[in-house]
Nanobody, 124 residues
Framework: VQLVESGGGLVQPGGSLRLSCAAS????????VAWFRQAPGKEREGVAT????????RYTDSVKGRFTIHTDNAQNAVYLQMNNLRPEDTAVYYC??????????????????WGQGTQVTVSS
């Protein structure tokens, strides 16, 4: 079972990035998937979560209207489109998957499988 993130990098404020997370060893469609982030010295924060079972999504307030989470079952992947990036979005971003109990949850304890993370830096 593995989750591998990609797509991070350095971007100027106001710019965009698209993070990808490829799953292997299990089918993402069977799970609730989410993106978390962790900045230096801060706790891991839930950014967005989605469930294929009912199509629901949830975002933390600071990214609403700027970030979009979506899955591609054919690719067995989950993506995070990030627009209008701000310096405070700088963090390591992780994708994660959990069972149905994680539906709508943005707390890390609800998730079982984690990727290794990808660095996003927003700076001029």
């Amino acid at each position: 079972v593995q989750l591998v993130e990609s797509g991070g990098g350095l971007v100027q404020p106001g710019g965009s990035l698209r993070l990808s997370c490829a799953a292997s060893g299990f089918t993402l469609d069977d799970y609730v998937v989410a993106w978390f982030r962790q900045a230096p010295g801060k706790e891991r924060e839930g950014v967005a979560t989605t469930s294929n079972s009912d199509g629901s999504t949830r975002y933390t307030d600071s990214v609403k209207g700027r970030f979009t989470i979506h899955t591609d079952n054919a690719q067995n992947a989950v993506y995070l489109q990030m627009n209008n990036l701000r310096p405070e979005d700088t963090a390591v971003y992780y994708c994660t998957a959990g069972n149905s109990l994680a539906m709508g949850e943005l707390a890390p304890d609800h998730y079982r499988y984690w990727g290794q993370g990808t660095q996003v830096t927003v700076s001029s």
